[in-house]
């Protein structure tokens, strides 16, 4: 039996859709083997000795995404707040200090969570550490975010060098006394893309099956109708 032309027509876009659909979750699945090598990249360098930081020999990719360790002094009259952060839902400000290096450059210490109502505003004074630091933190670029540090916007206004990249304190039982919620280090996750994938391969067949059934359908209706004639 013959399909109407519109029938056929129909059934090419269908088929259309679905190849689009199947290449729309291939693409998925490509971007997640991306990603999962991206995680192992950033678990190989997290699990390496912490690079130590002196001065303006290290790069921001040579810290971005690696365990830091460093000594200086904080400067406090410097110091500057990344605004709108949360913990655990209560609102508060990330406390980003310049901590002055043994060849007098600075790199910000992101030395975590300060509460604060409105989320913008804090008592500096009341979390402020040993001036003399001995730290550790995971390197990253900055900004990371809108609000974040910008070192690159800052570097006129300081009257030492600027790393372009922020050191951000992770927990240290060695550290006593009221201090910043250091933030938990994030661990790599592989994102929605085999979720997505199995989303579009899903959409693939469900249009694939309701095709077969509306042209099995038409068949059947025509097949009727010149039965009756």
């Known amino acids: ?3 109407r032309r519109r029938d056929v027509i129909a059934a090419l876009f269908a088929l259309a859709v679905a190849a689009l659909c199947v290449r729309l979750g291939i ?3 490509a971007r997640l083997e991306v990603r999962r090598a991206r995680n192992a990249e950033i678990l190989a360098a997290r699990n ?3 690079l130590e930081l002196r001065g303006r020999t290290v790069t921001v990719d040579e810290a971005h995404d690696r365990r830091i360790h460093a000594r200086g002094i904080y400067d406090w009259t410097h110091e500057r707040v990344w605004p709108g952060r949360t913990w655990d839902g209560a609102p508060g400000v990330a406390l980003l200090t310049p901590l002055r290096l043994p060849d007098s450059s600075v790199v ?5 969570f300060a509460p604060s109502p409105d989320a913008r505003r804090v008592n500096h004074a009341a979390w402020r550490e040993s001036d003399t630091a001995d730290v550790v933190g995971l390197g990253f670029a900055a900004p990371r975010d809108r609000g974040d540090v910008n070192p690159a916007a800052l570097a006129d206004s300081f009257p030492y060098p600027v790393l372009p990249f922020v050191v951000q304190l992770v927990p ?8 910043p919620l250091r933030w938990r280090a994030r661990a790599p996750d592989n994102g929605p893309h085999l979720s997505y994938a199995i ?4 959409f693939a067949v469900i249009v694939l099956v309701g095709t077969t059934l509306l042209l099995r359908t038409q068949m059947a209706e025509a097949k009727g109708v010149r039965k009756t004639t």
Not at 199 to 202: M, P, V
């Open 1 to 3: 039996m013959s399909l």
């Open 27 to 29: 693409w998925q699945l």
């Open 48 to 50: 390496q000795p912490p």
């Open 108 to 112: 910000f210490v992101d030395r975590g």
């Open 172 to 179: 240290d039982s060695r550290v006593t006394g009221p201090t």
């Open 199 to 202: 989303q579009w391969f899903s």
